[in-house]
């Protein structure tokens, strides 16, 4: 391989996808990931992850001879971080991965150097992995360029959303963010807006949290309707439409790697100050739960009409509709609570969007339909929209279907 230029630290959902991009303009591209099967698969030219266009984009980049991938870092001019960071313990953000990938290039570092951090991440993270740097290589103090740029693609868009979407930039430095917004002018066309890290930090985590407070409004009407019996569906619907009135829709909870994580990387740091994104945490996170005694009482009540326990279907895994993904996904988390619940209840699983899973035995969504006396829904995938329950069916509606 000739001389890298980028050197991406990071090949999931959204360091590979950048790694081919760049490397679309003809630009060497060194992908660096510490899994060595995740590497093997990229040299073939093949891809691990699932994402439209992402198999055609990598297969080319490695065949034109623009991007290897590495378990190990080399010498280039600009290093990008995309590792993972998630929360440990008790919801405190966990930058270890940040640090490692960071602490391996250090000692590969030269004057005029470009340094990225594009994970999520904790409010001063950047600053850290600056002082980090200094304190092993005091001689590039001044002499590199270290900036902050968060990631706001949307998983199965990614390859579009990567070039159009604007982006925020914010540099340790007026320098740093220069250098870095003239980097990703070579590659984005959505518009580069300069600020300084933190603020580029918090902008990301602010977006995410934004949506879940959002949520969890959509979510406490959906309580106080079930209370107050009025259909929470129509009430939304006729409250949007005022002119200045947009209410998001309740689901059974909040799931996925980004809006149920990142809004606690906000309130570890800032606990006292931060009360409406947490709590705006702690109602999506009770949404799940209050699911699963509706799931309950629901059952509880068909086995007092009909002296036998009812059969099951719980519809969707997921974190949201037409997806695989089940980080962090409610739907996920109530369906093991209610089996662990009730062990003797007899209940099919469906989640058409994934073919085997080790924790429970699936089944194929008309099947379960047909067989079960009560249907929950949990996910909105579009296979179960235009499904007819059946006059003699339970439905127990958590994501707007009917
Ligand atoms: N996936 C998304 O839709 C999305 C959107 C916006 C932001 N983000 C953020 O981007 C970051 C990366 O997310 P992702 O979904 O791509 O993660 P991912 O888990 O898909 O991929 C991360 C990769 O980093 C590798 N890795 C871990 N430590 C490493 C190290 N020291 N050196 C090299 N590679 C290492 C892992 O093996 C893994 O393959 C996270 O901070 C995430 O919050 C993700």
């Given at each position: 391989m000739r001389q890298a230029e980028v050197v991406i630290l990071g090949l999931g959902y959204i360091g590979l996808p950048t790694s081919a991009l760049i490397a679309s303009?003809?630009?060497?591209?060194l992908g660096v990931d510490i899994n060595p099967a995740v590497v093997e698969t990229i040299n073939k030219g093949e891809i691990h992850i699932v994402e439209p266009e992402l198999d055609k984009?990598?297969?080319?980049?490695?065949?034109?001879?623009?991007?290897?991938?590495?378990?190990?870092?080399?010498?280039?001019?600009?290093?990008?971080?995309?590792?993972?960071?998630?929360?440990?313990?008790?919801?405190?953000?966990?930058?270890?991965?940040?640090?490692?990938?960071?602490?391996?290039?250090?000692?590969?570092?030269?004057?005029g150097d470009l340094y990225i951090i594009e994970s999520t991440s904790p409010v001063g993270t950047t600053e850290k992995?600056?002082?980090?740097?200094?304190?092993?290589?005091?001689?590039?103090?001044?002499?590199?360029?270290?900036?902050?740029?968060?990631?706001?693609?949307?998983?199965?868009?990614?390859?579009?959303?990567?070039?159009?979407?604007?982006?925020?930039?914010?540099?340790?430095?007026?320098?740093?963010?220069?250098?870095?917004?003239?980097?990703?002018?070579?590659?984005?066309?959505?518009?580069?807006?300069?600020?300084?890290?933190?603020t580029a930090e918090m902008c990301k985590l602010v977006e995410n949290s934004s949506r879940d407070v959002q949520i969890a409004f959509a979510n406490e009407l959906s309580l106080i309707c079930d209370k107050?019996?009025?259909?929470?569906?129509?009430?939304?619907?006729?409250?949007?439409?005022?002119?200045?009135?947009n209410i998001l829709q309740p689901g059974c909870g909040v799931g996925g790697h980004c809006i149920a994580v990142d809004p606690y990387f906000i309130i570890s740091e800032f606990p006292k100050e931060s009360k409406i994104i947490s709590i705006a945490r702690e109602i999506n996170n009770y949404k799940s739960d209050w699911c699963i005694e509706k799931i309950k009482s629901t059952a509880l009540q068909f086995e007092i009409d009909n002296n036998r326990k009812p059969k099951i279907a719980l519809m969707g895994l997921a974190f949201k509709p037409n997806i695989d993904d089940l980080r962090e996904s409610p739907a996920n988390y109530i369906?093991?609570?209610?089996?662990?619940?009730?062990?003797?209840?007899?209940?099919?699983?469906?989640?058409?969007?994934?073919?085997?899973?080790?924790?429970?035995?699936?089944?194929?969504?008309?099947?379960?339909?047909?067989?079960?006396?009560?249907?929950?829904?949990?996910?909105?995938?579009?296979?179960?929209?235009?499904?007819?329950?059946?006059?003699?069916?339970?439905?127990?509606?958590?994501?707007?279907?009917?």
């Open positions: 303009n003809k630009v060497q591209v984009a990598v297969a080319s980049a490695v065949k034109n001879g623009y991007l290897k991938a590495a378990t190990k870092p080399v010498v280039a001019n600009n290093y990008i971080i995309v590792v993972p960071t998630p929360f440990k313990g008790n919801y405190e953000p966990d930058i270890s991965f940040v640090e490692a990938a960071t602490e391996s290039i250090i000692p590969l570092l030269k004057e992995m600056m002082n980090l740097i200094f304190s092993i290589r005091p001689e590039l103090k001044n002499n590199i360029y270290i900036a902050y740029c968060p990631e706001r693609v949307l998983p199965g868009n990614v390859m579009y959303e990567l070039v159009e979407n604007d982006r925020v930039i914010g540099g340790v430095n007026e320098a740093s963010t220069d250098k870095a917004v003239a980097f990703y002018s070579k590659y984005v066309k959505g518009d580069l807006h300069k600020t300084n890290a933190r107050a019996d009025i259909n929470v569906w129509e009430l939304i619907k006729l409250a949007n439409k005022h002119p200045r009135v369906v093991k609570k209610v089996l662990e619940n009730d062990k003797n209840g007899k209940y099919f699983i469906v989640e058409p969007n994934i073919k085997e899973y080790k924790a429970f035995k699936l089944t194929d969504y008309k099947e379960a339909l047909a067989k079960a006396d009560v249907i929950v829904y949990l996910v909105a995938h579009k296979e179960f929209t235009d499904l007819t329950n059946g006059d003699n069916k339970i439905v127990v509606d958590f994501c707007k279907i009917s």
